[in-house]
């Protein structure tokens, strides 16, 4: 390899024989000359290199760092943002020195970057935090995109900088952001009930669904079967719940973090859904198979961006508005941006959801333990009357009403 002075690294012995070499003809030579050495030129700045390597080390560490050329240098960071395990791993690099740091902020460096090196947390958010993030969605980042623009429209109520961020990335195909925009499309979020346009909501969820996000395939076999924005097939829709559950199973068994075995995933739990049961028992069987019909599929890891908002608004003590409102579905994060927004639980009447995703994947870790039928009457003697009737949430029942 040569440097930028033209003259390629000479092996270790070689450089040293020379060196050595050039001692004794100076030593022993009667007819030397200052400034006139005896040996080659080029083995006459190796041996300098070396003396400087002897004598300064740091320096001479310097000087065959800075021989490297800048786009190998931007190529190995480009390996390194995109790998980075947590944030400090690719902010350590760029604090190391000055030329680092400032090939580590090229935009193809950025651009490269993936979701775990700029994944920040609420209680370390700041103005270079912003910067930074800022930077990333400018070279183009889409990950980079949907995460500052979920904060912006989200947790800083900069809904139009947030909702434009969001379609940036949804552009590139990024199927986090499309969904996210079904949901604001859903919802009205930012405006006003009549602002919901639930036709443009299943048109952005069928093309997330089309790129394999789960939650969107979720949300648009619920779509198709109760009929909303969508002309109403039960069948097509229970088609996309299954394959819905079918990905979320693979994306399990795939998933060599998880710390359960396998069998444990696999285990028949006679509980998880009222409408089947195991062969053994009297009455109809079941399939074993997916997580809303008797698996139990520990839960998906959540996205950063909705990591960020569940610590953002824990640490204010809820919403940022009086009286709005969370999502009950914990990996999810999202407030409400005005009041009534989201949908409750029509059983319980507790809990409220951004959409039928969320109530799904909530009814399945969580609310099928805790959901319990409101009492709709009272006898005239005082006692409670009997239960409403039903279950709080399979992935066939229509358990969401508008608050």
């Given at each position: 390899?040569?440097?930028?002075?033209?003259?390629?690294?000479?092996?270790?012995?070689v450089?040293?024989?020379?060196?050595?070499?050039?001692?004794?003809?100076?030593t022993?030579?009667t007819t030397?000359k200052?400034?006139?050495?005896?040996f080659t030129?080029g083995?006459?700045?190796?041996?300098r290199?070396?003396n400087?390597?002897v004598s300064?080390?740091?320096?001479?560490?310097?000087?065959?760092?800075?021989?490297l050329?800048?786009?190998?240098?931007?190529?190995?960071?480009?390996?390194?943002?995109?790998?980075?395990?947590?944030?400090?791993?690719?902010i350590?690099v760029l604090?190391?020195?000055?030329?680092l740091?400032?090939?580590?902020?090229?935009?193809?460096?950025?651009?490269?970057?993936?979701?775990?090196?700029f994944?920040?947390?609420?209680n370390?958010?700041?103005d270079?935090?912003?910067r930074?993030?800022?930077?990333?969605?400018?070279a183009g980042n889409?990950?980079a995109?949907?995460?500052?623009g979920?904060?912006?429209?989200y947790?800083?109520q900069?809904?139009?900088?947030?909702?434009s961020?969001?379609?940036k990335a949804?552009?590139?195909?990024?199927?986090?952001?499309?969904y996210?925009?079904?949901?604001?499309?859903f919802n009205?979020?930012?405006?006003?009930?009549?602002?919901k346009?639930?036709?443009?909501?299943?048109?952005?969820?069928?093309r997330?669904?089309?790129?394999?996000?789960?939650?969107?395939?979720?949300?648009?076999?619920?779509?198709?079967?109760?009929?909303y924005?969508?002309?109403?097939?039960?069948?097509?829709g229970?088609?996309?719940?299954?394959?819905?559950n079918?990905?979320?199973?693979?994306?399990?068994?795939s998933n060599?973090?998880s710390?359960?075995?396998?069998?444990?995933?696999?285990?028949?739990n006679?509980?998880?859904?009222?409408?089947?049961r195991?062969?053994?028992?009297?009455?109809?069987?079941g399939?074993?198979?997916?997580?809303?019909?008797?698996?139990?599929?520990p839960?998906?890891?959540?996205?950063?961006?909705?990591?960020?908002m569940?610590?953002?608004?824990?640490?204010r003590g809820?919403?940022?508005?009086?009286?709005?409102?969370?999502?009950?579905?914990?990996?999810?994060?999202?407030?409400?941006?005005?009041?009534?927004?989201?949908?409750?639980?029509?059983?319980?009447?507790?809990v409220?959801?951004?959409?039928?995703?969320?109530?799904?994947?909530?009814?399945?870790?969580?609310?099928?333990e805790?959901?319990?039928?409101?009492?709709?009457w009272?006898d005239?003697?005082g006692?409670?009357?009997?239960?409403?009737?039903g279950?709080g949430?399979g992935?066939g029942?229509?358990?969401?009403?508008?608050s």
């Amino acid at each position: 390899m040569r440097t930028r002075r033209g003259i390629s690294y000479p092996r270790r012995g070689v450089a040293v024989n020379a060196c050595n070499t050039a001692a004794e003809k100076r030593t022993s030579s009667t007819t030397y000359k200052r400034g006139k050495p005896d040996f080659t030129a080029g083995e006459y700045m190796v041996c300098r290199k070396r003396n400087r390597l002897v004598s300064t080390g740091k320096k001479g560490e310097t000087d065959l760092f800075d021989s490297l050329p800048d786009d190998l240098v931007i190529s190995i960071l480009c390996k390194l943002s995109s790998s980075a395990s947590c944030p400090s791993d690719f902010i350590s690099v760029l604090i190391t020195c000055r030329r680092l740091n400032g090939l580590g902020l090229h935009s193809l460096v950025l651009s490269k970057a993936s979701p775990k090196s700029f994944a920040i947390k609420a209680n370390n958010w700041s103005d270079s935090a912003h910067r930074f993030l800022k930077l990333c969605a400018d070279a183009g980042n889409a990950e980079a995109c949907y995460t500052l623009g979920m904060i912006r429209f989200y947790c800083l109520q900069n809904r139009g900088s947030g909702a434009s961020l969001m379609a940036k990335a949804a552009i590139s195909s990024h199927a986090p952001a499309l969904y996210s925009l079904a949901v604001i499309q859903f919802n009205g979020s930012g405006g006003s009930k009549s602002d919901k346009d639930l036709r443009a909501g299943v048109a952005l969820c069928a093309r997330a669904a089309f790129l394999g996000h789960i939650d969107a395939l979720r949300e648009l076999g619920h779509c198709l079967q109760d009929g909303y924005g969508v002309r109403q097939n039960v069948t097509e829709g229970r088609r996309f719940l299954v394959q819905a559950n079918a990905r979320e199973l693979a994306a399990v068994l795939s998933n060599p973090d998880s710390g359960l075995p396998t069998r444990a995933w696999l285990t028949w739990n006679p509980h998880a859904h009222p409408n089947h049961r195991h062969p053994s028992e009297n009455g109809p069987s079941g399939c074993p198979l997916l997580s809303d019909f008797g698996c139990n599929v520990p839960a998906p890891e959540a996205h950063p961006a909705s990591r960020f908002m569940t610590e953002w608004f824990a640490i204010r003590g809820g919403s940022a508005g009086s009286g709005l409102r969370l999502c009950s579905h914990t990996g999810c994060g999202r407030p409400e941006t005005r009041k009534h927004e989201f949908r409750r639980c029509s059983v319980c009447g507790a809990v409220n959801y951004c959409s039928r995703a969320c109530q799904a994947l909530d009814w399945k870790l969580r609310h099928k333990e805790e959901c319990a039928p409101v009492e709709r009457w009272v006898d005239e003697d005082g006692e409670g009357g009997d239960d409403a009737g039903g279950v709080g949430g399979g992935e066939g029942d229509d358990v969401m009403v508008e608050s």
